[in-house]
């Protein structure tokens, strides 16, 4: 069954560096999504992308995130200037359609544990 | 102001016991989509069933069916015959017209032999 990829599993930067974390959406979706989670706490969403532009985004997603579809395949978040609180879990997610009345769920990948220090 | 809410932090049950996991959501929109999802301690986010508003029809998806009341705006999920693989973190999370998804605190299971 094809599904989202995310490298690394586990980034470790130095507070103040840029960190760019990857994300390879399943093929045919067409709609991608981040989120983050923070140790013990819910999953927060941060923004969504469609069409190579960001159709929504979260409080979180400050000007310090940015998003980018490089090429036909993949799907990044770059974190600038990192911050000790910006040390979470980063899922990223794909879905072949959007839309309310869409039975299809975001599919997620399994994280990208970012430990800023 | 809280869209999902899941008032239950931890919870208890007997392997090969059914198990039921409060969501109670909060939206004005008339339309709107419904999951759960799981994520064991490994990690990952596992979904597991859907729901839309229009739909009349309870969902059901194997062991898992969610208890859906719309006047009482609540999803509640049901495990049927747990197993002990059914131990994990349990997200409800909500879909609205223009919005993506936004999940609740999580209910930790524990299913115990």
């Known amino acids: 069954e094809p599904e989202v990829t995310q490298t690394p599993s586990h980034q470790v930067t130095q507070m103040g560096q840029e960190v760019i974390l990857r994300c390879v959406p399943i093929s045919n979706h067409l709609y991608f999504y981040w989120y983050r989670q923070i140790l013990g706490q819910k999953v927060e969403f941060l923004v969504s992308f469609y069409n190579n532009e960001i159709s929504e985004k979260s409080e979180i997603f400050d000007d310090q995130f940015s998003v980018e579809r490089p090429d036909g395949s993949n799907f990044t978040l770059k974190i600038r200037s990192t911050k000790l609180e910006d040390s979470a879990m980063y899922f990223c997610?794909?879905?072949?359609?959007?839309?309310?009345?869409?039975?299809?769920?975001?599919?997620f990948g399994d994280g990208t544990r970012l430990s800023i220090l | 102001a809280q869209k999902i809410t899941q008032t239950q932090p931890g919870m208890f049950v007997q392997e090969k016991e059914a198990v039921t996991l409060d969501c109670t959501y909060d939206t004005s929109d008339q339309s709107y989509g419904l999951f759960w999802y799981k994520q064991p301690s490994s990690g990952e986010m596992i979904f597991l069933i859907y729901?839309?508003?229009?739909?009349?029809q309870n969902a059901t998806e194997g062991r898992y069916s969610l208890n859906f009341q719309k006047a009482r705006k609540s999803a509640n999920l049901v495990i049927s015959a747990s197993q002990l693989g059914d131990s994990a973190m349990y997200f409800c999370?909500?879909?609205?017209?223009?919005?993506?998804?936004?999940f609740g605190a999580g209910t930790r299971l524990t299913v115990k032999p």
């Open positions: 729901q839309g508003s229009y739909d009349e």
């Open positions: 997610a794909s879905s072949e359609i959007a839309g309310v009345f869409s039975n299809q769920p975001q599919h």
């Open positions: 999370a909500m879909r609205e017209e223009h919005n993506d998804m936004r």
